[in-house]
């Protein structure tokens, strides 16, 4: 019997010195699983301002300008085409500052492997087996999975952030290559615009040169009708002048004729001596078919007259020679001519046209001499 007992007590210290072994090593593991379960639950904790807690929601929809599609043309749009992108757009991926999962609050519930039993919390909930639940609403597995369907949905809205990033991509590369083809034909246009501008510009100052011009020709032109309207006025008085003279001369014809006949064929010509030789005058005008000329004579050749004038015999009758410039310059003798009136006051006098010297008719111009 105390053999046995001695056995006994050797095989339970052996006992004791395994269960002693056993216990340091579950207690280095012990510290080793409550390690790693409070860094999962600090981790789940930190963890939770990361991921949103619900899918955001846009209170409204903004409204952007949508994108013309037609050609730029010159032609005025009331309607042009826009593009449909803000139609299937997602505003709500925009929203930020969005509400997050406050795993902290629910530390106590991470704690919880095993279903509190809703009769006692002290306990834990078991199904018909017999065994402990470890799934349901109190259990750490509740906010695990809270965690993991939020970080799906989130996933989700990347995914979907990504697709959207991808169409803004396409309708912003479409719309830069549409604005720099844009711009190309706007400095092609601005470019034609500028060298018109200056095609205006000048051309605004040719207009103003030849406006310029315009008005100092109407100028000219009104001066012009002046100067004719003056000159219809000389020419109306001249020809008064000549239908006087023409009277005169008539007159006097009758009165050489009378004259001649008292006195007979023989004609003293005077004052030869008195005058001075050269050009005394020009030829104003010309009748032919009275066959008289009208002269209008030099204020000089009017003083070498003036003393015989003044004796009152009468105009001298004197022979005076039309010449006219030729065509090599020398003078031409057109015709010998013989004064007989002369207007004192007007420096005018009338000759009658010897037809014997003529050699040309005589024209208005013409150079009288002596």
Known sequence: MG????????????LSIGALTLGIMLFGQR????????????TLIALGPTIE????VADTTPDYPDRDTDETTAELLDNPNKSDFWETYAHRLELT????????KRSDQLKAYYLPDPLD???HYKDPNGLKVTTGEGTMQEVLDDIVAKSEAQLTRLNETRHQLRKIREELVETITDLNTKKKDLRQALATIVDRDSTIVKLEDQVRTLQGT???????????????EEQKTTIAERDEQIVDLESEIRVLKDEIERLRGRLGPEVVTRVLQHLTRGQKGTVTSVSEDWNFCVLQF??????????ELAKGKGTPQIDLLIKRPGPDGAELFVTKVKLNHIRQQENVGVADILTGWQQ?????????YY
């Open 121 to 123: 919390a002290t306990k």
């Open 3 to 14: 053999k046995l007992l001695r056995v006994l007590v050797v095989i339970f210290f052996l």
């Open 214 to 228: 315009i008005e100092e020709k109407e100028d000219q032109i009104r001066m012009l009708n002046d100067t004719i």
């Open 97 to 104: 500052d969005l509400v997050t999962l406050d795993v902290k």
């Open 298 to 307: 030099s204020n000089d050749f009017m003083d070498q007259l003036g003393a």
């Open 53 to 56: 807690a619900e899918d955001p």
């Open 31 to 42: 510290e080793q699983l409550k390690g790693r379960t409070q860094k999962l639950e600090n």
């Open 360 to 368: 040309v008719p005589i024209q208005v111009g013409d150079g009288v």
